[in-house]
């Protein structure tokens, strides 16, 4: 399985990007995808995760009403679209997938079996 994380660059606070994650080999439609970040110095942290339906989705309090995750099984894609971007939001972004384990593995980098190389996001203030 192998996971292609794109879409970061650079953007002023307040505005808006978008990162995608294209999934090839063998991914499942079933699998469950998430999105994690890891900014300079902390540890990597939980960002959206949803299940292979889209009926449920997850966010962490930091992003919530300003991210959202979508997926796309015909296309085997996960998208993140990020809207009043804040300095804090300042991170490599990384794709995962993997079988659903239930939700309280989702927030957890361990419920995932496959990773993206990541995606770099800069909001400047």
């Known amino acids: 399985v192998q996971l292609q994380a794109s879409g970061g660059g650079l953007e002023q606070a307040g505005g808006s990007l978008g990162v995608s994650c294209a999934g090839s080999g063998r991914t499942r439609s079933t699998y469950v995808w998430g999105w994690f970040r890891q900014a300079p110095g902390k540890e990597r942290e939980f960002v959206a995760a949803i299940t292979w339906s889209g009926s449920s989705t997850f966010y962490a309090d930091s992003v919530k009403g300003r991210f959202t995750i979508s997926r796309d099984n015909a296309k085997n894609m996960v998208y993140l679209q990020m809207n009043s971007l804040k300095p804090e939001d300042t991170a490599v972004y990384y794709c995962?997938?993997?079988?659903?384990?239930?939700?309280?593995?989702?927030?957890?980098?361990?419920?995932?079996?496959?990773w993206g190389q990541g995606t770099l996001v800069t909001v400047s203030s």
């Open positions: 995962a997938t993997g079988p659903q384990r239930g939700p309280v593995y989702y927030s957890r980098g361990a419920g995932y079996d496959y």
